[in-house]
């Protein structure tokens, strides 16, 4: 009933920008801190960044200065513009809600917690 559906990865050469989308779908009532995430081959993930319902951010060491997360809670969207981009930023990238409210089959309020989306593949060439 909630699905996270990540777009936007493509191949790019180093310097170049990106914008990711990670759209909630659902019957959702409310949504925490939404995230990214990111994997490289033979990595482990790692936080790229987080957005509170009101406006706090957080980012990964890697990124911070070259990305930049917002979110668009009417439209149940979050986004990561990713600038200056590097090899190193290659990576599958998840989106993340830490938790939210929806209503079910029943129209009654239910909590989903650590949702994920499938991914999306982030290639920088050098």
């Known amino acids: 009933q909630v699905q996270l559906v990540e777009s936007g990865g493509a191949l790019v050469q180093a310097g170049e920008s990106l914008k990711l989308s990670c759209a909630v779908s659902g019957s959702i009532l409310s949504i925490n801190t939404m995230g990214w995430y990111r994997q490289g081959l033979g990595k482990q993930r790692e936080l790229v960044a987080t957005?509170?319902?009101?406006?706090?951010?957080n980012y990964g060491d890697s990124v911070k200065g070259r990305f930049t997360i917002s979110r668009d809670n009417a439209e149940k969207t979050a986004y990561l513009q990713m600038n200056s981009l590097k090899p190193e930023d290659t990576a599958v990238y998840y989106c993340n809600v830490d938790w939210g409210l929806f209503t079910d089959h029943n129209q009654e309020p239910r909590k989903f917690v650590d949702y994920w989306g499938q991914g999306t593949q982030v290639t920088v060439s050098s």
């Open positions: 957005m509170a319902s009101e406006g706090s951010t």
